[in-house]
């Protein structure tokens, strides 16, 4: 700065000298304003390229100048670049952010004061149908028609969510949102979508569970209680009194297969995995639901009925890997069931056997009244029935396939079911390789079948 001012001195001095040489009355004045005059020339030419410069953005290229402008020009190119690298890093920062959002699972929008959407992430687009690029700045309310929805918006408070139809990820179903608005900033909205199908699923299949129990156990109360008055109004001779504690026990009994299955469901419900170093023997386990099988065979045979043919192949010394009480219960439940829905003289068959791939099979078949193709599917479904009163004669619970699936789960195996309307069914578990106790193999007879 010293320098130019005193180099401005030197100049405007030589120039007033000169004009003193020329003209002697003004030339002196005139020479030193005709240098300030070029100076001030001089820096405006200057600051119109810096301003160019500045204008055009490219920090990168300054002009080329010495002195005061240049270490002007290379501050202001040092804070552009740190201006720049800030805001690339912020920019960064968004994205990341940005990113962070659509990768949630969650929807997300940014409504602005008026309720127009400011951004979305494509979460959000699929559960409400919108498309995240086209439909921005357009008010949110003309793109999520559902009245639920407006209903909500238009509520003064947001405490609560609110539930809509919307679209699922994949666009394959409906599926059932939550949606939620919140305040943030300046009179801005941050409108939340969530999936709640599953839950709203799980939700309707625990009270049709309640409703069912209930149903069910309501049942054999109201006989029960029935019985109960009777014996205490009316006089009943010994043989009557006999007749009706009878019925009364079967309604009890059938309410304590019914507790005992419900218990049997919360256990594998809530237990952990069977262990896969737990030894069961086949022997064993099929000689108790023989003579369980064997017995409810008899107690459901009329007089003059010819009595149900029953045939057991079991491997002897074959040890399977799992938990006991499970494997009885879904074994037992599928040999029982041949016996109730097989009528009199039919035939019952079950054996295991081992499969090419070491897998373990255990099949129950029967010549009873078979099962037509549109029931299959719903078998396992909990206290699902094909014929409601023929169960519930036969002492049946509803529960049976769905506790047998259950356990199947558990071990890691399968449940098939084959049957024909008329002929008879084939019920198969399959256990897992993995489940057969290697060292007792061998005690398998050389017939191997094919699944
Ligand atoms: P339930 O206690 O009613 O027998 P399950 O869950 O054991 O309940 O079986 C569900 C339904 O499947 C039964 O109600 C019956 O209609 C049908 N079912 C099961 N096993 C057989 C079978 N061996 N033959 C014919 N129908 C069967």
């Known amino acids: 700065m010293f ?21 002697p009355n003004s030339g002196h004045l005139l020479g030193a304003f005709f240098v300030c005059l070029l100076t001030v020339i001089k820096d405006l030419w200057k600051g119109q390229k810096i301003t160019q410069w500045l204008r055009h953005n490219n920090v990168q290229e300054p002009p080329q100048m010495d ?19 800030q805001t ?46 086209r439909d921005l700045m357009q008010h949110v309310v003309h793109l999520v028609r559902d009245p639920v929805f407006k209903k909500y918006y238009s509520n003064e ?37 969530r999936d709640v199908t599953t839950i709203a699923q799980a939700d309707a299949m625990r009270r049709d569970f309640v409703a069912n129990v209930s149903h069910e156990i309501r049942t054999p109360l109201t006989v029960l209680s029935g019985f109960i008055e009777t014996l205490q109004t009316l006089n009943l001779n010994k043989d009557e009194q006999e007749k009706y504690l009878d019925l009364m026990s079967v309604q009890a009994s059938r309410m304590q297969d019914l ?44 007089e003059n009925e010819a009595p149900q043919m029953m045939r057991f192949e079991t491997p002897e010394g074959v040890q399977l890997s799992g938990a006991n009480k499970e494997l009885h219960s ?45 029931h299959l599917p719903r078998l396992t479904e909990r206290f699902y029935r094909v014929d409601r ?10 529960l049976g396939l769905a506790i047998v699936k259950h356990v199947m789960q558990r071990h890691g195996g399968e449940l098939k079911i084959e049957s024909e309307i008329g002929k008879g069914s084939k019920f198969t578990l399959i256990f897992p390789a993995s489940r057969v106790l290697q060292s007792t193999l061998s005690q398998f007879e050389e017939a191997v079948v094919s699944v």
């Not at 002195?67 to 690298?85: C, P, T, V």
């Open 67 to 85: 002195g005061i402008w240049g270490d002007l020009i290379d501050r202001m190119r040092r804070i552009l670049n740190e201006q720049r690298k």
């Open 3 to 23: 320098s130019r001012t005193l180099r401005l001195f030197f100049w405007m001095g030589v120039a007033a000298i000169a004009g003193y040489w020329l003209q």
């Open 88 to 133: 690339q890093n912020e920019e960064q920062k968004l994205q990341d952010f940005l990113l962070a959002i659509q990768a949630s699972p969650n929807g997300v929008v940014l409504l602005d004061p008026e309720g127009r959407i400011e951004w979305c992430n494509q979460t959000a687009a699929l559960h409400l149908g919108m498309d995240a690029k």
């Open 157 to 193: 408070s947001h405490d609560a969510e609110a539930m809509i139809d919307g679209r699922s990820v994949s666009l394959q179903k409906s599926v059932k949102l939550s949606v939620q608005l919140h305040s943030y900033g300046e009179n801005r909205q941050l409108l939340l979508t």
């Open 259 to 302: 507790v005992n299955d419900l218990l049997m469901l919360s256990q594998l419900d809530g237990s952990t995995l069977p262990s896969i170093n737990e030894p069961v023997s086949l022997q064993s386990l099929m000689s108790s639901i023989e003579s369980e099988a064997r017995g409810l065979s008899a107690a459901q045979l009329f």
């Open 330 to 374: 879904a074994v037992s439940n599928l040999v029982n069931n041949a016996v109730r829905y097989t009528p009199s003289g039919g035939l019952i068959t079950s054996s295991w056997n081992l499969l090419p791939d070491q897998r373990i099979q255990f099949s129950v078949t029967d010549t009873g009244s078979g099962i037509a193709s549109e």
């Open 389 to 398: 009163s023929r169960s519930r004669e036969s002492g049946g619970t509803g």
